[in-house]
């Protein structure tokens, strides 16, 4: 597999909840672990969700149409 960034989700329970949407129609998915680091819990900050290479279209197809994440969302840092 070849993890890329699909999304930067605005926190990490936006993160969670998309992940869990797209693993729930086949596509594994990860919430980029450095990002959800919080003394507090659960981070505030935004979260990177990976995506292998393989599934990124059809990924971005799914939030675009099921959530309204738009593509130029993304962060690829």
Known sequence: MK????????????AEMWSELL???????LVRAGDT???LGVSA???RIL??????????RILRE????MADDTDDS
Not at 3 to 14: E, H, N, R, S
Not at 23 to 29: A, E, Q, S
Not at 66 to 69: A, E, F, K, T
């Open 3 to 14: 993890w890329v960034t699909l999304v930067a989700a605005p926190d990490q329970l936006a």
């Open 23 to 29: 693993n729930r129609r086949g596509i594994p998915t």
């Open 37 to 39: 680091a919080s003394f």
């Open 45 to 47: 900050y935004p979260c």
């Open 51 to 60: 995506v292998d290479d393989e599934y990124l279209e059809e990924a971005l």
């Open 66 to 69: 099921d959530l309204g994440v």
